[in-house]
């Protein structure tokens, strides 16, 4: 798999750089504000959820672009 993965929330409230399997980014929107977290995996549950959002299981992540994490990262 290439990396960087770029993913969603279905709601748009978050924004993911999937680094590597182990590592990602995370762009929170929370009213007016944007947070960004850096995520590093190291617990189990961590790893799992990156395993989800690669393969947009569910209906709680979806593909994004790099342009559109971006546009959110600025704002």
Known sequence: ????QYR?????????????ERNFEEVQLIGNK?????????KYFEILRI???IECDG????ISTE?????????
């Open 59 to 62: 209906e709680m992540y979806v």
């Open 67 to 75: 342009a559109e994490f971006q546009k959110v990262k600025r704002s």
């Open 1 to 4: 798999m290439d990396f960087p």
């Open 34 to 42: 944007v947070f960004i977290h850096t995520i590093k995996a190291e």
């Open 8 to 20: 969603k929330r279905f709601d748009n409230k978050s924004y993911y750089k999937i680094i590597n």
């Open 51 to 53: 395993q989800e959002m």
